[in-house]
């Protein structure tokens, strides 16, 4: 670690990405990876929407079809949409508490190689027989009679970066818990923190009903059990409440870290405090309680009677009201403010009407008897679109310019970003806001194609080309990506000008061990408290003292790499439901879980001790801007 | 600290621990007697209605022992964690409660 | 000075060594959101049990009050809440700095363990062999050996993990790098009898009663 920015020869990069701990390194990991798989899904999406575009379409045929829809909404969410808010947890959430690190930084690389070593066995399917095709739900019916390891690939991979998950959940909770800075109390906290937290939360209570039941999808097909199996006594239905028992609250952990997102960029350029902070929290506290009894209103038609339906209709409606606050509290932190038009701020601007439209169609599905109308038509596919793009999509790709210069150190360019913005913007509300129609006029969703003459054409080939718009704006944002990276900039600590939170006080990208000092927090917007007072940086907590630092490690990756392994040899274990099993497949499953075990024992093992910067190192730091390479 | 306030200190806290250890062992005569009342209660052959009620009280209860003297829970500093697992609970329940009262074919 | 050279005496040693430092809070912590995770996941497990409970394909299929027995799984559940005593014990001698005292109770909690878990393999085999009872044979049956098994799976990774931590630790006593981790072996131990309070509850004394 040397403070002199020398050139790194290409490999010791790698090694050093492979071998990481730091929270800041990891974040640009599943920045990369995320962003991977989320050009990955969108091509998918692209092609569905190719096939789409005229009436009996034979640009790709119905088994493909129901892959490219598959593929790409378990490709979005589990694959893109979360591991990209991880990467912005990774990179923002430790400095705006006030730490040096998470609370586990071995787990934190762990987590991040389970879910990129799932992602990739997912994805392997495409060249080992074909991907799953029984829709991202993938109904234990459906997924049980589906031919080859379609499924076994989406059960084992899943499965590998569920694990992941889980585990930067529990991390980013600890984190939070025990590592706040002095001074920062749970009243002081940000609201990203906030709902970084809350997510996390979530992920610990949805994870574990997602793993047993893939568990169980897994030992159906592959081991011979019956838990789905009518025949043998089993119930379908188990699989479905499982699914959205998680799934429901999954939305909310993709959605929350979005709003916390958006409740930083407002006020930041709003150049004034979050209009209503407490309840703000206590919004986010009370959607995350209750999305945990909503989950049957995506069952309303399964017939769980009249009581259950009310119940979870009843409950489902409920969720708008802290989301309505949220809504009124941004609105009202703008009223007044002296707003200032940057990139983030214009897809904050974008998000509010965007996302209130997928919330006013949420609540009108949560009608259980008009759900028995629109279930299973493209008005679904439009609802969950409007929030999942106009929510989630917008944060990312409004957060990425955000704190871009933050974790790289580098500004994308604005116009280029307003450009990747109308192109989005208008695209996106081209495809989706027609397929509210297409819904309403019965257009089932997850179907290969459409008859002519029955109305749906026009429509179909508008939200096409809205498709096509979408793409080019992300190829513009990919554009700029580049240009950025190649250019000399090299920005300050608060690039921005109005950074309100603790990041915004330190160097861009900020040296490894963070502080030098931990900082004293004296207030809520600690950095902007302090930039209003006359001071040029944070008040110290702490003496200027060694710092204890943990240790890079190449075990998680090859933890992660053994279930990988472990997968291969479970799919094609002698007993598989496709026929196709050899012994070969239980001596590789019992090999990748010894090596997956037997890193962990070494782990455990070896003492694990990190090493102390000394003092002197850092006051030569100081002597250079406390610029790090 | 000089050494004669270190060892009184040590003294207390010795005493403090075993007074603590004796009440794990009332906790554990405890549990051991609600498991044998389960036992009974089934072995004898008493009506279902009635002791699959007693059965999950006795349960609960003794899994709160676990929790509170078992596992510490009682002492100071297990708030923010005891606030996750009451809300795991509250999923456990509610999950549990799914499966037994709308899963029907 | 590191962790592992820091010297104590039972005077100095901290009354909580567990969460006295930055490492011990988050692992005690971090242990603790796991457990919550776990708790879901059991629940999960026992919620497919109940819902298929005594579903099997046709009546020669043995069903749970066929199969259980009284002796057997209250031989296990002692068996259990002992160890689950012992490993108090051996948290409240780390506590009083008393290492050889500690990891003797650990060692008799891993025996107690073992003794379980091959009586549980007994089990298994005896409804194998005896009543055809197999992990695919039925949904109930599946939805038994996934439970009970995810149980047992636990206990195999609980003794290995306390056996790792006696041998490892057997030469070098104990010190602030170890006690939170034999905390939260302890910890995980007690979870483990925790659900099997609920499966000897829920699983056996309730299907006994048909």
Known sequence: MSTIAVRKSFLSTVWEYLTTVDHKKIAHLYLGAGGFFFLLGGLEALFIRIQLMKPQNNFVNEQLFNELMTMHGTTMIFLAAMPLLFAYMNAVVPLQIGARDVAFPFLNALGFWLFFWGGIFLNLSWFLGGAPDAGWTSYASLSLASEGHGIDFYTLGIQISGFGTLMSGINFLATIITMRAPGMSFMRMPLFTWTTFIASSLILMAFPPLTISVFYLIFDRLFNSAIFDVTLGGNTIIWEHFFWIFGHPEVYILILPAFGIFSEIIPTFSRKRLFGYSSMVFATILIGFLGFMVWAHHMFTTGLGNVANAIFAVATMAIAVPTGIKIFNWLLTMWGGSIKITVPMIWALGFIPSFVMGGVTGVMQGIAPLDYQLHDTYFIVAHFHYVIIGGVVFAIFAAAHFYWPKMFGKMLSEKLGYVTFAFFFVGFHMTFFVQHFLGLMGMPRRVATFLPGQGLDLYNFISSLGAILMTIGVIVLLVNIVITSMSKQQVANDPWGDGRTIEWALPSPPPYYNFKQLPLVRGQDTWWLEKMEGNKELPPAEPLQDIHMPKGSILPFFIALGLFIAGFGAMYNPLNQVGDGHPMGTVVLIFGLAMTFGTMLLRSLRDDLGYYIPKEELEDDDAKGGKVS | ?105 | MNLLEQKFTPETWPEHPETYTQEGKNKFIGFWLFLAGETVLFASLFATYLALKDSVPNSDHALAADIYSLELVFIMTAILLTSSLTSVYAIYHMRNYNFKQMQLWFFITVLLGLSFLALEIYEFTHYVYEYSFTFGSSAFSSAYYTLVGTHGAHVCFGLGWITALIIRNQKRGLNLYNAPKYYVASLYWHFIDLVWVFIFSVVYLMGMLG
């Open chain 2, 1 to 105: 600290m000089n050494k004669q306030e270190l060892r009184a200190q040590y003294e207390y806290r010795r005493r403090k621990s075993a007074e603590g250890m004796r009440l794990q062992l009332i906790s554990f005569g405890l549990m051991a007697f609600l498991t044998i009342i389960s036992f009974l209660a089934v072995g004898y052959g008493l009506p279902k209605s009635f002791v699959v009620p007693i059965l999950l009280l006795l349960a609960s209860v003794q899994a709160l022992f676990q929790l509170y003297y078992f596992m510490h829970a009682s002492e100071k500093g297990h708030g923010m964690v005891m606030f996750f697992m009451y809300s795991a609970m509250f999923v456990a329940f509610i999950t549990v409660l799914c499966y037994m009262t709308i899963i029907w074919w």
